[in-house]
């Protein structure tokens, strides 16, 4: 049984690979590296049991997998998280992030109907656009800007999920939903524009935190760790067709607090600057997940701290071996 997982040089997708290697799964990781880096990867491809396929979900998927020797009807599990999500990739890459997650999916999606896969897909909390409900419950249908500068991403996903609803219901497609909140942790790009990995590389470097607005917008974040065992649950657990759950941390903290607490552990007395508030940017993130806990007995259990060091650790290390 081989699982493909797309997008799986990525941040999160190279710690799903990793998840599933050492469970000692067959694993195909598709990926064009458009975000995705392959020294994520690099580390595991001398493992019988890994394949890196340079490939695009925007073509079609089974001559790629043919290409690399894998028999498309032995892929019985499919992590669709191909796309890119960073906030500085939306204006620069709207075509590509559209045609990602519309073309894209789609071509997943046949392709699960072809072979009988399981699909999970990495929808986001960005369907929920700057949410006036709070937490955000899975019935909500959110307040999103379909014109603004996020729009490429945001509405593509909830695109994303129509598709999904669409296949499950007339294709008799088993996909399965997950939508993502605030996750953070090792292999982030220090690059990344999401408020972790710029707080965490300006640290570093003893530089000024930019908080953009007045800092008292909030997140909840997730440790990678906490994410996957997500994904895998939503994944393994049987009769989940057609469902959708929220996966994030409920710990809501402001972004000012979060400069602090970045600030403490590297233990560094740093100032923080004030930029203005990008468009659309959501005031209030915050999972609700009794139906989470509910289906998939599932709670993050990494404290914020705790995350924190091994990410920071993690961002110290290669610059060191830069």
Known sequence: MTTVVTGGAGFIGSHLCEALLDEGRSVVCLDNLGSGRHENVTQFEDRTEFTFLRGDVRNDVIPQLERVGVSPPDVRRIYHLASRASPVDFDDYPMEILETNGFGTRNVLEFAADVGASVVYASTSEVYGNPDVHPQPLDYNGNVNFRGERACY??????????????????????????????????MRPDDGRVVPTFVRQALDGADLTVYG?????????????????????????????????????????????????????????????????????????????????????????????????????????????
């Open 214 to 322: 007045d800092g008292t917008q909030t997140r909840s974040f997730m440790y990678i760790d906490d994410l996957i065992r997500g994904l895998r649950r939503m994944m393994d657990r049987s009769g989940l067709a057609g469902e959708v759950v929220n996966l994030g941390h409920t710990n809501e903290i402001t972004i000012n607090r979060l400069a602090e607490v970045v600030a403490d552990l590297v233990d560094r007395n740093i100032d923080v600057v004030h930029e203005a508030l990008p468009e659309d940017d959501p005031q209030r993130r915050q999972p609700d997940l009794s139906h989470t806990r509910e289906l998939l007995d599932w709670n993050p259990t990494t404290s914020l701290e705790t995350g924190l060091d091994r990410t920071i650790a993690h961002f110290h290390e290669a610059e060191v071996d830069a």
């Open 154 to 187: 945001d509405e593509s996903k909830r695109f994303g999920e129509t598709l999904c609803s669409l296949y499950e219901g007339k294709r008799d497609v088993d996909v399965r939903t997950v939508r993502i909140f605030n996750t953070y942790g090792p292999r």
